[in-house]
């Protein structure tokens, strides 16, 4: 069993930055694939980025390819997500998510591969 607690969301203009936390209790954090999902209103929750449990291959949506970070360090059982250069349509609730299967298409970031989720922490970003 693991939980999740989401932490860093709030109000940025267009162009600043956030860096997001998730914090994760449970063991072993460090045998899980790790992602982060958004969901904006009235629309799909939809994969932002995931993160091996091992050796830190990472993967991203082409939305935020080269704009957003994500990171992990397993000593704090902490996962992050670093958004730069934000946009208006970067506006959601971000959740992170853990699978402890390890499954490839968790790191691809197919959201019915994560087993846990937190309860997400909002993200509004301003024209």
């Known amino acids: 069993q693991v939980q999740l607690v989401e932490s860093g969301g709030g109000l940025v203009q267009a162009g600043g930055s956030l860096r997001l936390s998730c914090a994760a209790s449970?063991?072993?954090?460090?045998?899980?694939?790790m992602g982060w999902f958004r969901q904006a209103p009235g629309k799909e929750r939809e994969f932002v980025a995931a993160?091996?449990?091992?050796?830190?291959?990472?993967s991203y949506a082409d939305s935020i390819k080269g704009r957003f970070t994500i990171s992990r360090d397993n000593a704090k059982n902490m996962v992050y997500l670093q958004m730069n250069d934000l946009r208006p349509e970067d506006t959601a609730v971000y959740s992170c998510?853990?699978?402890?299967?390890?499954?490839?298409?968790?790191?691809?970031?197919?959201?019915?591969?994560?087993?846990?989720w937190g309860q997400g922490t909002q993200v509004t970003v301003s024209s």
């Open positions: 449970g063991r072993p954090f460090s045998m899980y694939v």
């Open positions: 993160i091996n449990w091992n050796d830190a291959r990472t």
């Open positions: 998510a853990a699978d402890q299967d390890r499954s490839i298409r968790a790191l691809l970031g197919q959201s019915l591969f994560y087993h846990y």
